[in-house]
Structure formats: C-alpha cells, structure tokens
C-alpha cells in the first residue's frame, strides 16, 4: 500500500463551522427577544426559575426543530446550515429527518405552552386545557414516530440513540438521587415538576450532544 492509496482524514469545515455559529447564536437571539417581547408586562414572573427554564427549553427545541425542518424543506440552504455533506445527503434523509424536526418542534411547543400556561398568581397566556392537549399530542406523536421510523435509522444513529439514553439515563438518576436525598434531609429546597420536566429535557438533550461530538458527529463537513 502506497502513501497515495492512504486517504488523509477529512479536516473540519471551519468556514461552515463559523457560518453555524454565526447563524445560531442570530436565531437564538431573535427568538429570544421576541419571546421576552411576547411576555413583558403580561405578568410573566421572571424570577421564576421553573417558567424560564421550561420558556427557555421551549424555545431551544422550537429552534432546533426548525433548522431542520428548513433544511428537509430547502436542502440547498440547507446543507450549509446543517451538519451534513451536501444536499444531496439530506434528501436522502428526508424521511427520518421530517419525523425528527416534528418531534423536535412538538417537544419545543409543549414546554413553552408549560411555561406560558396559569400560574398561582398568573393568568397565563395559553390555558391549562391547552397545555395538556399539547402534552397528549407530544407523547403520541413522539411515541409514534419514534417507533416508525426506527427502521430509517441507520447503525451510527442507533448506537448514539442508545448511548445518550444511556448517558441520560444514568445522569438523571445521579442527579436526582443526591438532589433528592438532601432535599429530605432539608438541606435544599426541592424541584417543582415543571422544573423537573425541564431539567430531564435538559439533561437528554445534553446527553445527546456529547455522545454526538465524541462519535465525531458534530464535526463540521
């Protein structure tokens, strides 16, 4: 075998890597600013932090799910956007891509419908029925498509959707177990479901990620 035949390994893409940071940390500042527009001065607390990390999950699932799903709409753009080869590739994907931006943005509604729903001393901005109906519907189609498009998934997705369940999985329970315990001793106040829902979202989400760029997934191409 020759040094010719040996093929190097591909280096980052870095003008894609700055042009993926760039465009994410704009979006994430809009979407931000219009969602603090939209409950400024309509009895939103603030200080809160169960509602802002639910708004704040919110919006960081409606984002994501939103690239992606541009990117299954426009493969052109959104190829340049979305860690990929070219478009070419994300056709090719289409079908497990839909499926995972629809999850990714009924995720995304639920919680900011949690967030914006009544409170103790809140009117809120969605009602409670609507909250829950965004619960049931993201539990079905969530479930539902999940386990359709297990088959579109290929060997590499499997093993990183195994590991971050693994990797979220052990988290939570470390997590919770010592949060838990010291909260009944009395040494810490105790979370508040909707900052539970939050904090396991965030936690998978998180999980996700580093499996994702150890695998070498995030690696812009």
């Not at 700055?18 to 409950?39: M, P, R």
């Not at 799903?69 to 956007?81: K, M, R």
Request: aromatic residues 6%.
């Amino acid at each position: 075998m020759t040094p010719e035949s040996i093929s190097a390994p591909s280096k980052p893409n870095i003008r894609k890597m700055i042009l993926q940071s760039i465009v994410g940390a704009v979006c994430g500042a809009i979407v931000t600013y219009l969602a603090l527009q939209l409950v400024e001065g309509r009895g939103f607390d603030l200080d809160d932090p169960s509602r802002v990390a639910a708004l704040g999950i919110g919006l960081v699932f409606l984002l994501m799910g939103t690239i992606v799903g541009l990117g299954v709409v426009l493969p052109g753009p959104g190829a340049h956007l979305l860690n990929v080869e070219d478009a070419d590739e994300l056709r090719e994907q289409r079908r497990p891509l839909w499926r995972s931006a629809l999850v990714i943005l009924l995720i995304g509604a639920m919680m900011t419908a949690f967030a914006l729903a009544p409170g103790p001393d809140w009117a809120g901005l969605v009602s409670r029925q609507v909250a829950a109906i965004a619960l049931a519907v993201t539990v079905v189609a969530s479930t539902s498509l999940s386990f359709l498009g297990h088959k579109d998934q290929d060997e590499l997705m499997r093993a990183i959707a195994r590991e971050g369940s693994a990797w979220g999985f052990y988290a939570s329970l470390a997590i919770f177990v010592v949060w838990g315990g010291l909260a009944h001793l009395g040494f810490v106040t105790w979370i508040t479901p909707l900052g539970m829902v939050s904090a396991l979202l965030a936690i998978m989400l998180a999980a996700i990620f580093i499996v994702c760029g150890v695998r070498g997934v995030l690696t812009p191409r």
